[in-house]
């Protein structure tokens, strides 16, 4: 069961896996355009990339269906990532949705249809490690398109179902496949990571989505000395400095929000800079728990290039990692995430020491 969004990399994954497995392509239906204003043209799992995936699926010759997974995103991928904003976190909701719809629901309907497996179209490898007795994550060869990041929450059962076909490729490869094939969307731009928000205003969309008003508030120094006035703290995340909306004269930058008094701490960049990162949540992938210091090298964003570093694990199950030079901003919300080489070691939520240790 090739889970296929309407994008080139899940149609090329089908592509390949036709050639040695039975396919059935399978698109899931999140939410409707009309429910987010969506454009097509800025987003995937839209109505028309429904129909993109279809016409491949066509193409391909192999059955498709679609499952309308709406309720279970709402409330483990839309929900989360509104109460993560309103309580002064910065969420990555494509981290749920693999979490709990792709490798959990869709893995799940998968079973009760008698599927072997289920295979998706991230830049990620996976192999099974016969000393341990545990499949391994390992980042996409094409380093540029690497997407283990978002994927550390898979457990053992998960990657045992799972394949990705392209992990051993790189972007243009996959473009060549899907040309090869002669599917439609060949040449279709990659799409925006959050999906929800076509636009990339998620203020806006909260607000619309909620129907709270989040109030003004105080910017404020380190000092508790008032700035100025912020715009609803649901606007800002730490490390911003563009749209504060605010001149003190040199740049200013936000390097923590207080929620409970609705305050917008703004500072240096220098004052963005720690080495200590902590996490909760933490799923250990390629290796088992480890119970001493054991060396790393991590990331707490995305886009951010790993950094040498000690994990330290807590007796709670949590993780402290002290990076070997200081990190900036480091947001509670994100995910911090380890790897030794190319294999993904755990990954977590990133909190305060205090949440940490609790």
């Given at each position: 069961?090739?889970?296929?969004?309407?994008?080139?990399?899940?149609?090329?994954?089908?592509a390949i896996l036709k050639e040695q497995y039975d396919v059935t392509g399978v698109t899931l239906r999140l939410f409707?355009?009309?429910d987010i204003q969506l454009d097509r043209s800025r987003s995937c799992c839209s109505l028309d990339d429904v129909e993109d995936a279809r016409s491949v699926a066509n193409r391909l010759d192999i059955p498709f269906y679609v499952y309308n997974f709406g309720d279970r995103f709402r409330e483990c991928v839309i929900d989360k990532f509104n109460n993560s904003y309103i309580n002064g976190l910065t969420p990555n909701p494509c981290i749920d949705c693999n979490r709990f719809i792709k490798f959990d629901a869709l893995l799940k309907r998968a079973e009760l249809l008698g599927q072997d497996y289920i295979a998706t179209g991230h830049y990620v490898r996976r192999r099974y490690d016969e000393k341990t007795g545990r499949f391994q994550l390992l980042k996409g060869t094409d380093p540029a398109k690497d997407q283990s990041y978002v994927l550390y929450g898979m457990t053992q059962q998960q990657l045992a179902?799972?394949?990705?076909?392209?992990?051993?490729?790189?972007?243009?490869?996959?473009?060549?496949?899907?040309?090869?094939?002669?599917?439609?969307?060949?040449a279709k731009?990659?799409?925006?990571?959050?999906?929800?928000?076509?636009?990339?205003?998620?203020?806006?969309?909260?607000?619309?989505?909620?129907?709270?008003?989040?109030?003004?508030?105080?910017?404020?120094?380190?000092?508790g000395n008032v700035l100025g006035q912020h715009s609803g703290i649901i606007r800002y995340t730490v490390g911003q400095r563009k749209g504060l909306g605010i001149a003190l004269g040199k740049p200013?930058?936000?390097?923590?929000?207080?929620?409970?008094?609705?305050?917008?701490?703004?500072?240096?960049?220098?004052?963005?800079?720690?080495?200590?990162?902590?996490?909760?949540?933490?799923?250990?992938?390629?290796?088992?728990c480890a119970h001493s210091p054991v060396r790393v090298c991590a990331?707490?964003?995305?886009?951010?290039?790993?950094?040498?570093?000690?994990?330290?694990?807590?007796?709670?199950?949590?993780?402290?990692?002290?990076?070997?030079?200081?990190?900036?901003?480091i947001t509670f919300g994100q995910a911090l995430v380890c790897y030794d080489g190319e294999l993904l070691v755990c990954g977590g939520t990133c909190c305060s020491r205090k949440q940490a240790v609790s």
């Open positions: 069961m090739v889970a296929m969004s309407g994008g080139v990399d899940s149609s090329a994954a089908a409707t355009n009309e179902k799972t394949l990705f076909p392209i992990g051993e490729l790189t972007k243009p490869q996959t473009r060549a496949i899907a040309e090869k094939y002669g599917l439609v969307n060949a731009p990659d799409s925006q990571d959050i999906c929800f928000v076509p636009d990339g205003d998620y203020a806006r969309f909260i607000e619309a989505y909620t129907g709270k008003k989040f109030p003004c508030g105080d910017f404020v120094d380190r000092d200013a930058y936000v390097i923590e929000k207080d929620i409970e008094n609705n305050r917008v701490v703004l500072g240096s960049n220098e004052e963005l800079f720690g080495d200590t990162a902590y996490a909760f949540d933490v799923n250990w992938v390629s290796y088992e990331r707490v964003r995305y886009n951010q290039q790993e950094q040498p570093a000690t994990l330290y694990p807590l007796e709670n199950g949590n993780i402290k990692v002290v990076f070997d030079k200081p990190q900036r901003a």
